[in-house]
């Protein structure tokens, strides 16, 4: 199994980039897929997670990135994206992808089976 992000870039700030995350080796159609960072000198922190259940799917985000960021995925292609619009210089960092072999909302890295290599991200002007 691998995960593969890519998408990264630099952005000026209030601009917009998406993220996407590449799934080979395995389906993950009702798994739960995530997103984390990791910005300079700093732990690797949550950033979203898109999961399935009955039928429907929910996404979930950390409070630094609710109502900027949206996760969507594409079972047909095993991707995952990471729409992020309204950049910040904070949002600066590498970004990983990360899927579970189970389901519902984990917003823990131990919570992850599958990482991908990160994309880096930043914002500045």
């Known amino acids: 199994v691998q995960l593969q992000a890519f998408g990264g870039g630099l952005v000026q700030p209030g601009g917009s980039l998406r993220l996407s995350c590449a799934a080979s080796g395995r389906a993950f159609t009702r798994n739960t897929m995530g997103w984390f960072r990791q910005a300079p000198g700093k732990e690797r922190e949550f950033v979203g997670v898109?999961?399935?259940?009955?039928?429907?799917?929910?996404?979930y985000f950390a409070n630094s990135v609710e109502g900027r960021f949206t996760i969507s995925r594409d079972n047909a292609k095993n991707t995952m994206y990471l729409q992020m619009n309204s950049l910040k210089p904070e949002d600066t960092a590498v970004y990983s992808c990360a899927a579970s072999r189970g389901s519902g909302a984990r917003v823990k890295e131990s919570e992850y089976d599958y990482w991908g290599q990160g994309t880096e991200v930043t914002v500045s002007s």
């Open positions: 898109i999961s399935w259940n009955g039928g429907i799917t929910y996404t």
